[in-house]
């Protein structure tokens, strides 16, 4: 059973920032896409973030220039560094691993790609 543990998440103020990580004890991320997902209450699932095996990137428009994904192969950890924080980027987030590389719809993770997902850490902006 693969194992993806996230940390990172909390409360922060409109304008902060925040850093997710992405790690596993139990599986080699290194050959694989990470991506991250956000929900929010009441609403779909839906990808935030790309990186593949080999460091091509995806972000869906409204992160763009915002959020950087990146990873640490030696670390076998994938992080997303989240910066200007809004109220609408409330939700959880979840750390995604697609062992086909990223599936993407208009540079956007697709749900449908996930093979392994994590449990999910929450961020709340809010004053």
């Known amino acids: 059973q693969v194992q993806l543990v996230e940390s990172g998440g909390g409360l922060v103020q409109p304008g902060g920032s925040l850093k997710l990580s992405c790690s596993s004890s139990r599986m080699s991320l290194g050959s694989y896409c990470i991506a991250w997902f956000r929900q929010a209450p009441g609403k779909e699932r839906e990808g935030v973030a790309g990186i593949s095996d080999v460091g091509k990137i995806y972000y869906r428009d409204s992160v763009k220039g915002r959020f950087t994904i990146s990873r640490d192969n030696a670390q076998n950890t994938g992080y997303l560094q989240m910066n200007d924080l809004r109220p609408e980027d409330t939700g959880v987030y979840y750390c995604?691993?697609?062992?086909?590389?990223?599936?993407?719809?208009?540079?956007?993770?697709?749900?449908?790609?996930?093979?392994?997902w994590g449990a999910g850490t929450l961020v709340t902006v809010s004053s």
């Open positions: 995604a691993i697609d062992l086909w590389g990223c599936t993407t719809v208009d540079g956007i993770p697709q749900v449908s790609g996930v093979d392994h």
